[in-house]
């Protein structure tokens, strides 16, 4: 017989003990493996998000708040304009790689949701929006034809929300305004999935806002001087410029802020555990202290029954690691939806990613604490002199 | 025939303090044990039966005196050997065997008699079914502790401490727990394991029949050996 093998049948022996050991240190690793996961995946989101917006810098009307960027991510209102002749100035810079115009609108659909909500028109400019968005694949059709400003490009998910196919019509709620569906985006998993794109002209034109635009996209040559391009920027009158870097920052910084909050809730829960098992593992030496006195009249040495009982620590952890592991995969979802509720601006995509690595460096973690807070019970153990076993026969 | 000496102490003294109350539970006993010999310890409660024979089986240290076992020095004048080196020596010439079996529940028959082998296993043969036989529980081998009866828990302590071969073996009231006619048989297997094995049996009881099987029985009163 292995030392491990004693090891493990003495976890068997209060069955119920164990098993709440393990489910105190599978809780707090599933918060440690979810947190971690989930810095992970929502830097990753954002990111592409960001990324898939084809241009780093956005050129917005003065006034317009600071999170215009947020806005324009998730698609509003409360929009201010500014002239479209900017842009003839910003395509002169030679930091410039590509440009492009949009116009924000929002529509307020009586029908959208339960208590009516804003469809967000975006129009474009045909000729360069695309350029700037490569990446962005057709499920059906192309992008605008020129026929008529009376065409459509729907996202992904407006078109199942829609439920249209190409071809087919949609009215602009609260006007006598109808487009026709001209392509069908792929789902890109980004805000581009419940947009629905028109020509910019179609908006400036039926909404009354000639030569007006909500905002410039600018795609530059080099990412790394971006900000002294910035601060050239900023001596347009009447523009704010808003960096999609520094968004993603800010907004990196305030889910940091959140995130050591979870944090320390996740060390002190993990703290928690640790005790939990250093108190189950220390019960269990002392009810076993005749016992053990015995093993080492058998001829057990102190590094054995260090062993010994430094093994039962161990394998509690790793066993509580590993359920903690599957719960977090198993229930990223769970947590997903959870962070979505909390969080004020979540990227589309997985907020929580638990990839190998992030699996095995949590496990790690615990086994580690496994190995620590097993040491104080092992010495305690290994010191018990075998003449104790005898000593309390009596009593 | 020289008679080879297993164990001998002289002049042991073990004393207990309680602040500054002092009580010498031995107070300077001196015995010789020769190899193969089967010697029982009787005396009332409290007279330091088991106080001398932790003593002498190396699991206790006295307060003063010196004992050699196996013409190893163990004790000299009160100082022992380091904790590794009684472990040593322990697990090499000793088998215990106590009143309450002390044997692991969550492990089989089998499993508590082969455990010393985990930690120590002496050069020759480690015959645990041989044991299991000559003790009669063979039919017992996958059985837990928690289904035996304290008869067969003690010969699996038996069985359990011979593993190993020891040449001493130590039994603290090895039948305190038992009734008469499994007292009789636990004594017949200790003195059929002296006789036929060779091995040394130190033994404490109260039990008189008992002590009868042996071929010394020595008698303490107040940690000193009455005659
Ligand atoms: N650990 C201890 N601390 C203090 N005093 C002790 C200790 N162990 C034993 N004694 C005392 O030493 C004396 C001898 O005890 P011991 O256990 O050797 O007696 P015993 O002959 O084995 O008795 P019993 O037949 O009841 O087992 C008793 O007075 C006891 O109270
Ligand atoms: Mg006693």
């Given at each position: 017989m292995k030392i491990y093998q004693i090891a493990y049948k003495n976890l068997l022996r209060k069955k119920t003990r164990t098993l709440l050991t393990i489910l105190g240190i599978s809780l707090s690793s599933w918060v440690l493996v979810s947190l971690l996961g989930f810095n992970k995946g929502y830097e990753k989101s954002l990111s592409r998000d960001i990324d898939q917006l084809g241009f780093q810098v956005l050129l917005t009307a003065k006034g317009c708040p600071y999170e215009a960027a947020t806005l324009m991510l998730k698609g509003g209102t409360g929009l201010k304009y500014m002239d479209e002749a900017?842009?003839?100035?910003?395509?002169?810079?030679?930091?410039?790689?590509?440009?492009?115009?949009?116009?924000?609108?929002?529509?307020?659909?009586?029908?959208?949701?339960?208590?009516?909500?804003?469809?967000?028109?975006?129009?474009?400019?045909?000729?360069?929006?695309?350029?700037?968005?490569?990446?962005?694949?057709?499920?059906?059709?192309?992008?605008?034809?020129?026929?008529?400003?009376?065409?459509?490009?729907?996202?992904?998910?407006?078109?199942?929300l829609e439920q249209?196919?190409?071809?087919?019509?949609?009215?602009?709620?609260?006007?006598?305004?109808?487009?026709?569906?001209?392509?069908?985006?792929?789902?890109?998993?980004?805000?581009?999935?419940?947009?629905i794109f028109v020509p910019k002209q179609f908006i400036q034109e039926k909404f009354g806002l000639k030569g007006k635009i909500t905002g410039i996209g600018i795609q530059v040559k080099q990412k790394d001087n971006?900000?002294?391009?910035?601060?050239?920027?900023?001596?347009?009158?009447?523009?704010?410029v808003v960096s999609l870097a520094q968004v993603k920052e800010t907004i990196m910084n305030l889910v940091a802020t959140a995130r050591v909050l979870v944090l320390s809730i996740a060390v002190i829960a993990i703290l928690i555990a640790m005790l939990g098992v250093v108190n189950t593992i220390l019960m269990s030496v002392f009810e076993r202290f005749q016992e053990i006195g015995i093993l080492k009249s058998m001829g057990a040495m102190p590094l054995d029954?260090?062993?010994?009982i430094w093994t039962e620590t161990i394998i509690l952890c790793s066993i509580g690691g590993v359920v903690g592991n599957l719960l977090a995969l198993g229930l990223s979802i769970v947590t997903d939806t959870l962070i979505r509720q909390i969080l004020p601006y979540t990227p589309s995509g997985r907020l929580v990613v638990i990839d190998a690595q992030l699996s095995l460096t949590t496990l790690v973690i615990i086994i580690c604490i496994g190995i620590i807070s097993g040491i104080y019970p092992a010495w305690k153990a290994a010191t018990i002199r075998p003449l104790e076993s005898m000593r309390s026969e009596g009593a | 025939m020289t008679i080879e000496i297993a164990l001998e102490a002289k002049n042991i003294i073990k004393t207990y303090s309680r602040g500054s109350e002092h009580v010498n539970a031995v107070n300077g006993i001196s015995v010789t044990l020769n190899k193969g010999e089967f010697v029982s310890f009787m005396g009332p409660s409290g007279s330091g039966k088991t106080t001398l024979i932790n003593i002498l089986g190396c699991l206790d240290n006295p307060t003063q005196g010196t004992l050699t076992v196996a013409n190893q020095p163990v004790f000299t004048s009160g100082k022992p050997l380091a904790e590794t080196n009684l472990t040593l020596l322990?697990?090499?010439?000793?088998?215990?065997?106590?009143?309450?079996?002390?044997?692991?529940?969550?492990?089989?028959?089998?499993?508590?008699?082969?455990?010393p082998l985990t930690f120590y296993r002496k050069?020759?043969?480690?015959?645990?079914?041989?044991?299991?036989?000559?003790?009669?529980?063979?039919?017992?081998?996958?059985?837990?502790?928690?289904?035996?009866?304290?008869?067969?828990?003690?010969?699996?302590?038996?069985?359990?401490?011979?593993?190993?071969?020891?040449?001493?073996?130590?039994?603290?009231?090895?039948?305190?727990?038992?009734?008469?006619?499994?007292?009789?048989?636990?004594?017949?297997?200790?003195?059929?394991?002296?006789?036929?094995?060779?091995?040394?049996?130190?033994?404490?009881?109260?039990?008189?029949?008992?002590?009868?099987?042996?071929?010394?029985?020595?008698?303490?009163?107040?940690?000193?050996?009455?005659?």
């Open positions: 900017v842009l003839k100035q910003v395509e002169s810079y030679p930091e410039v790689k590509k440009v492009t115009a949009m116009i924000m609108h929002g529509v307020f659909d009586p029908n959208k949701g339960q208590s009516g909500g804003v469809s967000a028109y975006l129009g474009i400019d045909p000729k360069t929006y695309p350029n700037l968005k490569q990446y962005v694949k057709f499920k059906q059709g192309a992008w605008f034809t020129g026929a008529t400003l009376n065409e459509a490009v729907l996202g992904y998910e407006a078109a199942e249209r196919e190409i071809g087919d019509l949609i009215l602009v709620p609260g006007t006598n305004l109808e487009l026709k569906v001209v392509g069908i985006l792929q789902r890109t998993g980004s805000q581009d999935d419940g947009t971006i900000t002294k391009f910035e601060d050239k920027l900023y001596k347009l009158p009447d523009v704010q029954i260090f062993k010994m | 322990r697990r090499a010439l000793f088998g215990y065997i106590f009143q309450r079996f002390y044997l692991i529940p969550t492990l089989t028959v089998t499993e508590n008699i082969i455990l050069t020759g043969t480690h015959d645990a079914v041989g044991l299991m036989k000559l003790l009669g529980i063979e039919h017992r081998s996958n059985h837990l502790p928690g289904e035996l009866s304290g008869g067969e828990m003690q010969r699996v302590a038996i069985a359990r401490a011979l593993i190993n071969q020891p040449e001493i073996l130590l039994a603290d009231e090895p039948t305190g727990n038992l009734d008469s006619q499994r007292s009789e048989e636990i004594g017949q297997i200790l003195k059929q394991l002296n006789k036929t094995k060779g091995i040394t049996v130190i033994m404490v009881t109260h039990n008189q029949e008992l002590a009868c099987i042996s071929d010394r029985t020595i008698h303490l009163r107040d940690g000193i050996i009455k005659d």
